[in-house]
């Protein structure tokens, strides 16, 4: 097929500026249109004047505008039935309806499918109280896992190694501290063993996983600090053994036949957050969507029409679409405005990213930027902007990665200076 495509976008991540990029660069790429996108989105595609989170304005949108095809970056569209509202429209969509991206907006459905479909995972307790929780909590005692139901962008897990820190957890999750997103909180047993993402592309039926990634999801070197949205990711990653692999794969094969099995068709991106423990992969969660920042060192690996491929998860015809994998390695360092995750300026300018994409194989996907009234790139977010390097060994990534990060600028910019390091060390 030849024919141009006009795509509407949502989001306004570097996950979405990655996958701009990689729409753009078909040869089937018509009009593109980003709402809301950011600072380094609007070079590609058109701002559009619509609200990501409304179904009907969306469906609205992408009918007045011959919209052939709309692209769901991030959860909060998808929980709200977007795709639903577009795919009523007649108009094709990349993402899952409203049922099956409850997969991601609770964690509660999340679990019973996968008992359901006999997929490992951590034992688990939900609660709509505080005091039951609670009392739970003081019966399996510490190390535990505590978790706000529903979506609160990465940070409403709290991994306590003592009972004490865990009803901390607990009172901190009951007492509104991650908004509706608390008033069901899980408890976990705790995984041990390294983490893996792996994303996979569905349209129901076919599963075609993509390439393993690792994110880093504490703030502070060591992985010390709170949780974060991700502070960088590398892929492949070279510990998951073929085995492992072959667990991860046949486990999100599982969970999208289950759902299929059940009347709910899920298409789009699958993301499974996996614990490799000493009895194998087990999921930590699902994710509705491509993970931020896992797709920015996944897409730039990936040889295939990205078009032509979301075409297929919506037409259900997946499985006569070729994916094939570069073997060269993708290092990402996020940079942060300092006292991210907590609370940080905005508005600071930055200076650098055109000298960083003159180094060899270095990409900068643009995050929390922003153009500001003068003109100016600016920071406007927590995670500002993505340094992302390809390179034929994993060392010259992140050395590449790492150059490019000393040559951009701005007050505050904060990051992790040890991304990767698992793709170098021991396994323990
Ligand atoms: P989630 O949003 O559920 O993926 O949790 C965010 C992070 O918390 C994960 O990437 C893990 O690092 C950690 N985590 C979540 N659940 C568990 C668990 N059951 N055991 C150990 N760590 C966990
Ligand atoms: N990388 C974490 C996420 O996308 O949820």
Redesign the pocket.
Known sequence: MSDKVDILLLGAGGREHALLSKLAASPRAGRLYVAPGNGGMYALAERADVDQDSPEAVAAFAQDHGIGLVVIGPEAPLVEGVADAVRAAGIPCFGPGAQAAQMEGS?QFAKEVMARAGVPT?AYRAFTEEEPCAAYVREVGGPV?V?ADGLAA?K??I?AQTTEEALEGVHECFSGHFGAAGSTVVV?????GP?CSLLALTDGKTVVPLATAQ?H?RALDGDKGP?TGGMGVYSPVPLVTPDEYAAMVDIENRVVAELAAEGIRYTGCLYG?F?LTKDGPKV??FNARFGDPETQVVLPRMHADLIDAFLACDAGTLDQVAIDWEDDWAVCVVLTSAGYPGSYEKGKAITGIERAEELPGVTVYHAGTAVDKDGRLVTNGGRVLNVTAVAPTFEAARAQAYAACELIDFEGKTFRHDIGHRAVEPRA
């Open positions: 964690k951590a896992v978790k990465g409403g897990v991994v976990e047993e705790m995984l041990e983490e994110d999801k949780n957050g614990m930590l969660e």
